[in-house]
């Protein structure tokens, strides 16, 4: 099997787990952006701590949030790997290096960017994912059956203008870390094509803007809520 | 025009190097970057002090011989050039020139300016080619070439093998060059045949060459003097995976 | 001496045939145990390097650049000739022999010429096979274009970079041989002597050129592609390292060299600009194709902007002289012409030393499109070089230093008069007689490489079987390094006062004003002295920085300029030892009334073969007579 190996070792196949998890937590950013709408229903959270309930539960999205975590980490170490051994291919720096004349910045900075996403993602866990699960969480209780009451959990937490702000610098990191990422995930595939590539990079702008544009406005809204200002 | 110089200085690649500063007048806009350092070294050599050396040959951007990092770009400024086809007419009086060789890890420094690119070779040698003995080739118009095919495979195969690609990548990745031998030969009729095993030996030497992975940053291509497309690169990643998972020879 | 051309007897077809049908062959498990030593890497070298290994010999292949894929082949523009007749317009074998022989004022060998037309069509499929994309037709056939001197399309060619091309293709080649073990490389290793062992060439001495080492290496065969000596002019369209150190060294162990003076001046260069000049840049023959050459009518308007000169000021000398071949005549007679009318003062640019190429016509017949599809890349390169352009105003061009038909004197079989020496393309004295047309050096390299010295070589080779291994402590290796160790050092302390550059440039001075584009007996003998006196400033006055053992080019430029020095004298003395004129060979002494080249066929029908004597100045003439069976002589007439 070490062909196997011999793929992913290599310098493509590194590129080629990069772009294969990285299109697969896209589509993860995706429904977990549209899910969290949720949040802005005015019904005290109950769709929205019903919703949180069927995600931790139903079998295969169990499934599958493992596999995203999973994705993750492979992402993010590999990720790491990568970095780590393009540093080395260039053990002497130059005196003057005009990147920006060749490329763009988000194109050169995706370790960094994806270190500040990584450590938004711990912050966002912490504060949510084990709250849910090994927090000390209150439950409430709709039609007779109970839940735990994560709603109220995120609407504290979106109520510090510091942790939205904090949340909105991370999110302009996740947009400018798709904004490379998307289409280069297709170039890494070999998906270019001289009438499709045009396309995917339409795509792939849209939706490094459009989704993390989605995931701001939530927090934006509870903040602005919790402040009357509507 | 006058200019000030700031040139990597380096004796061996045992000795530590470091950037030398040299004042220089009477400079013609008419004159290519190589002349101008033709002047720098006459100048020099008259002090009775070491010239600069630098990889330099047919001075007509085909050789891909010629090789300096100039103000932070391989091959300076101007785009789809070499810097044998660079003229002072890019730069203004008074300005400051930074010139700097190559650098990789793939790539070590000879002397000054002069980098030694052997891994290149060793990256054509383990599959850049065609297995066809002399006098082993069937009349030529046997096999008919679809023009565009043929286009394509030129635009490719036009790639001097400079480096600058490499010098450019932040991750010194030599995909770029790779990419378009690869793609100039499994694209032709010809070379498709061996096609699956060349890009898995081409692949291993480019790694254990110590060059670095492609992260898609398009800086080659926008440096490269010929302009090779990175569409190739993408050529390249399908045939590469399609081989892996295909070809049933273990290389 | 006696000179032994070797060209089989028989009919002009069967030659060759015959030949390879009788030559002795060495057997597989003897060619493992045979060295030989390929000198150079461009088309020639690399051709050869890599067919000899596939054939299972122990190669050595050594090149001074940092690849082999850089030799100065790779600057090659405008196409490779080919007999296939796939234009069907009367093209054959024969035909190509015959253009060649007639373009090259009939100074070559009939049987040479000949094999050169028949093998280039295998050039064609090999380099097709090998993936080299040459230009195409809709239908995926190879197209291909017209050159110069010659009245049928047989040129073939990849965009503007043929010899790109056709040089990565045999650098493929050679790399698989590379790879598999049969050819060991020495990139960056520059030969400074060949060895002999009981008068056979053994081996080689070679500077490494990164550490400075001097290293011997011994074979069986020693094969020289090292390319033309074209910068004895200074400026010239070669690479800035192309040279004539390997093949000088050769000579003054013996071997023959012919032929030195028959230089060719390329009628379409970029003019020179400025005295920091170091190079010039050759702009395609293809050009003249489409572009028409001319000047105006009037020395007076040769400041004026050209396309404010109307049609009837302009004077179309070449089409106007040479009706029948108007803007395609051979590079000789396009270059002189530009020499005349510029002498005339009708010289147009900066310096009054160019002349118009215009493709407003051929702009206007088949739209800006398809001229930039057929001459984008040099258009391109002229832009750039020139900051003009060349779609909106005609381009300036002037005839260069491009190409040397002379070189090492080499029998039918390519072999020198040194046993087991050889040379090969540019390098040797080759087929092109007295001009070369356009397209045919590669054809000559890749024909030399690919198909003739791996076939040749075996005659001499078949008698090598039983010799051993050669041994680099013999004596002979020893004086000759020693010879190169001492050559070196005594350069080096020279320590005078004038850089290498200050002493090239007085020798292109004296080359070109007294020995290019048109020579004279009393500029001819001014020239012997200026050359002596220079050369013996240089061995008193050069400096050169650093030390042997360290990567120094001023030393390897400086190696190659002394050899230069000698070599230039020796053009002289045969420039002046030929009373004719003859395709690049133009002695002022003898033209016709219109000022066209006489050639004297009574007296002058021989290779000139000269031998070193010991004194650089008191070379020995050695005559082949040249038979021509097939053709008959006659006065090349392109009007
Ligand atoms: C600008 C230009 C355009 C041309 N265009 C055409 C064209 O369109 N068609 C055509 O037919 N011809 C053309 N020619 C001519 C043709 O390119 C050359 O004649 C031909 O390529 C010579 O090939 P070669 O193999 O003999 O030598 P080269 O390619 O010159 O190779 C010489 C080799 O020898 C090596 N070498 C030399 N000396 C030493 C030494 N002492 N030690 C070690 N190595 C050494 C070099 O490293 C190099 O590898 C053109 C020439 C020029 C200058
Ligand atoms: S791909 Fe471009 S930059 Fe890289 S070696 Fe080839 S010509 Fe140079
Ligand atoms: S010197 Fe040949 S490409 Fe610049």
Redesign the pocket.
């Known amino acids: 099997m070490s062909w196997i190996t011999n793929f992913f070792t290599s310098s493509v196949g590194k590129k080629v787990i990069m772009s294969i998890t990285g299109i697969f937590l896209c589509t993860f950013l995706a429904a977990h952006m549209s899910g969290n709408f949720l949040l802005l229903k005015n019904d005290g959270g109950q769709a929205f701590n019903e919703y949180a309930k069927f995600m931790s539960t139903f079998p295969l999205i169990r499934v599958l949030s493992i596999v995203t975590f999973i994705g993750l980490l492979f992402h993010a170490v590999d990720g790491i790997w990568l970095v780590l051994q393009n540093r080395k291919a260039r053990p002497v720096k130059y005196h003057s290096f005009k990147g920006g004349a060749n490329s763009s910045w988000t194109s050169r900075n995706m370790g960094l960017l994806g270190v500040i996403i990584l450590f938004f993602l711990i912050v966002h866990l912490k504060s949510f994912w084990f709250e849910m699960k090994f927090g000390t969480i209150q439950y409430v209780e709709y039609g007779g059956v109970k839940y735990k009451d994560l709603y109220s959990i995120v609407v504290s937490a979106f109520s510090q203008w510091w942790y939205v702000l904090l949340y909105i610098i991370c999110l302009i990191a996740l947009s400018l870390h798709l904004m490379h990422g998307f289409q280069s995930a297709f170039q890494t595939l070999g998906l270019n094509h001289k009438k499709y590539t045009p396309i995917i990079k339409g795509v792939g702008l849209a939706f490094s803007i459009l989704v993390p544009l989605g995931f701001a406005i939530q927090p934006i809204y509870v903040l602005l809520k919790s402040m009357n200002v509507f | 025009m006058k200019l000030t110089l700031k040139v990597w200085r380096q004796k061996n690649s045992k000795t530590r190097g470091r950037m030398e500063t040299y004042p220089i007048d009477g400079i013609d806009e008419d004159m290519s970057f190589l002349e101008m350092i033709d002047v720098l070294n006459q100048n020099l050599i008259k002090e009775k002090k070491d010239p600069v050396a630098f990889d330099h040959d047919?001075r007509?951007g085909i050789c891909g011989m010629c090789s300096m990092f100039i103000n932070g770009e391989p091959h300076g400024p101007e785009k789809g050039v070499t810097t044998c086809q660079l003229h002072m007419r890019s730069f203004k009086d008074g300005d400051t020139i930074v010139i700097e060789p190559w650098r990789a890890e793939a790539f070590p420094v000879i002397k000054d300016l002069v980098v030694d690119r052997s891994a290149f070779d060793t990256i054509i040698q383990a599959g850049g080619y065609i297995s066809v003995n002399t006098g082993n080739a069937m009349e030529a118009n046997a096999i008919p070439v679809d023009k565009s095919i043929a286009n394509e495979a030129m635009n490719a195969a036009i790639c001097i093998g400079c480096g600058a690609c490499v010098a450019a990548c932040k991750n010194s990745s030599a995909m770029l060059f790779l990419s378009a031998k690869v793609s100039h030969l499994n694209m032709l009729p010809q070379g498709e045949v061996e096609g699956k095993r060349r890009v898995l030996k081409m692949m291993k030497a480019h790694d254990e060459a110590g060059f670095g992975s492609c992260t898609n940053t398009g800086a080659c291509s926008a440096e490269c003097p010929k302009e090779i497309s990175l569409s190739n690169i993408a050529r390249l990643n399908r045939a590469y995976i399609a081989a892996s998972l295909t070809s049933e020879e273990s290389i | 001496m006696k000179l032994d051309s070797k060209v089989p007897k028989g009919d002009l077809g069967d030659k060759w045939t015959n030949y390879k049908s009788k030559v002795r062959l060495v057997a597989p498990n003897n060619k493992r145990r045979i060295e030989i030593i390929v000198?150079?890497?461009?088309?020639?070298?690399?051709?050869a390097a890599a067919t000899l290994g596939e054939l299972g010999y122990k190669v050595k292949c050594?090149?001074?650049?940092d690849s082999?894929r850089?030799?100065?082949?790779?600057?090659?523009?405008?196409?490779?000739?080919a007999a296939k007749n796939y234009q069907n317009d009367g093209d054959s074998a024969y035909r190509l022999f015959y253009d060649t022989i007639k373009g090259g004022d009939y100074r070559s060998r009939e049987g040479n010429v000949h094999r050169l037309a028949e093998v280039s069509v295998q050039i064609i499929d090999q380099c097709v096979a090998q993936g080299v994309p040459f230009a195409r037709d809709y239908g995926g056939l190879l197209a291909n274009r017209s050159?110069g001197g010659v009245q049928v399309s047989r040129?073939f060619?990849a965009r503007g970079q043929?010899?790109q091309q056709l040089?990565l293709g045999a650098y493929s080649a050679l790399s698989r041989q590379i790879e598999n073990g049969s050819v060991k490389m020495?990139n960056r290793?520059?030969?400074?002597d060949v060895v002999l062992i009981d008068g056979k060439a053994r081996g080689?001495i070679?500077r490494n050129l990164i550490t400075g080492e001097i290293e011997r290496h011994g074979a069986h065969a020693v094969v020289?592609?090292?390319?033309?000596y074209?910068n004895v002019f200074f400026l010239?369209?070669?690479?800035m390292?192309?040279?004539?150190?390997?093949?000088w060294?050769a000579h003054k162990k013996g071997a023959l060299f012919a032929n030195p003076c028959f230089t060719q001046i390329?009628p379409t260069c970029i003019p020179v600009s400025g005295g920091y000049q170091s190079k010039l840049?050759?702009m395609?023959?293809?050009l003249r194709n489409d572009g028409r050459v001319w000047v105006p009518k009037r020395k007076e308007d040769c400041k004026k902007h050209p396309n404010e000169i109307p049609e009837e000021d302009r004077d179309y000398y070449l089409e106007r002289i040479y009706p029948a071949f108007g803007n395609l005549v051979p590079r000789d007679v396009a270059s002189r012409a530009a020499k005349y009318v510029t002498d005339e003062g009708r010289g147009v640019g900066k310096t009054g030393y160019a002349v118009y190429l215009d493709f407003s016509t051929a702009i206007n017949r088949l739209g800006k499109d398809l001229i930039a599809e057929r001459y984008g890349n040099l258009f391109d390169m002229y832009h750039r070089i020139t900051d003009e352009n060349p779609y909106e105003v005609p381009m300036r061009i002037f005839p260069a230093v491009?190409?040397t038909m002379g070189g090492l004197w080499v029998d039918y079989e390519l072999s020198t008069n040194v046993p087991g020496l050889y040379a090969?393309?540019?390098?040797n004295f080759s087929d092109h007689g007295a001009n070369?047309l356009?397209?045919?050096?590669?054809?000559?390299?890749l024909a030399?490489?690919y198909f003739v010295l791996p076939v040749t070589i075996g005659s001499y080779l078949a008698d090598e079987i039983r010799t051993a291994a050669t041994d680099t402590n013999h004596p002979a290796f020893k004086k000759a390094e020693n010879e190169v160790k001492t050559r070196l050092e005594k350069l080096l302390n020279i320590k005078g006062d004038k850089s290498v550059d200050d002493f090239h440039i007085a020798l292109g001075k004296i080359m070109w004003d007294k020995c290019g584009m048109a020579r004279e007996g009393k500029g001819l003998k001014q020239a012997l002295k200026e050359i002596q006196e220079l050369r013996a400033e240089f061995w008193k006055n050069v400096f050169i920085p650093g030390d042997a053992h360290e990567f120094n080019p001023e030393l390897e430029k400086a190696g190659?300029l002394a050899d230069f020095l000698e070599l230039g004298e020796l053009m002289v003395n045969d420039a002046l030892d030929r009373n004719e004129s003859c395709g690049g060979h133009f002695r002022e002494e003898y033209k016709s009334k219109e000022g066209e080249a006489v050639r004297d066929d009574e007296n002058y029908r021989y290779v000139a073969a000269w031998g070193y004597s010991g004194d650089p100045s008191k070379p020995e003439l050695h005559k082949e007579a040249l038979d021509f069976e097939f053709v008959e002589l006659k006065t090349r007439s392109y009007k």
């Open positions: 047919c007509e | 000198v150079g890497s461009g088309l020639a070298g690399a051709s050594f090149c001074f650049q082999p850089r030799a100065h082949s790779i600057a090659a523009q405008g196409g490779i000739n050159f040129t060619y043929t010899g040089l020495y290793h520059e030969m400074l080689i070679a020289l592609g090292t390319g033309g074209g010239s369209t070669n690479a390292g192309s040279n004539v150190t390997a093949a060294k390329h840049t050759l395609s023959e293809s491009h190409y090969i393309g540019e390098a070369r356009g397209a045919s050096a590669l054809m000559q390299g030399d490489g190659r």
